[in-house]
């Protein structure tokens, strides 16, 4: 069982930044990915940015060079720096963990709301 809290919402004007952070605890395998996934009032869950436990990156093609997802391995702390915000990038946000074989958990999502 994985637990998994995010922190760091909140809200900012177009052209600012936020961190994310995503405390994850319990059974956490060495081979596993992370991941920040966002939701848009009435649009489907997307995927931001996943992160290997090698240290590979991947990112939606939307955020790339604005946002910078990074890992704490010895904390199990993941985090998404995100800069030059628009207001497209408003969404709850969740990060994920999924060690490999098992099926993925998610957090509780945090609030980000980037006003015009």
């Known amino acids: 069982q994985v637990q998994l809290v995010e922190s760091g919402g909140g809200l900012v004007q177009a052209g600012g930044s936020l961190r994310l952070s995503c405390a994850a605890s319990g059974s956490i395998f060495s081979l596993n990915y992370m991941g920040w996934h966002r939701q848009a009032p009435g649009k489907q869950r997307e995927l931001v940015a996943r992160i290997f436990s090698g240290g590979t990156t991947i990112y939606a093609d939307s955020v790339k060079g604005r946002f910078t997802i990074y890992r704490d391995s010895a904390k199990n702390t993941m985090y998404l720096q995100m800069n030059s915000l628009k207001p497209e990038d408003t969404a709850v946000y969740y990060c994920?963990?999924?060690?490999?074989?098992?099926?993925?958990?998610w957090g509780q999502g945090t609030q980000v709301t980037v006003s015009s």
């Open positions: 994920s963990l999924v060690n490999l074989g098992l099926p993925a958990s």
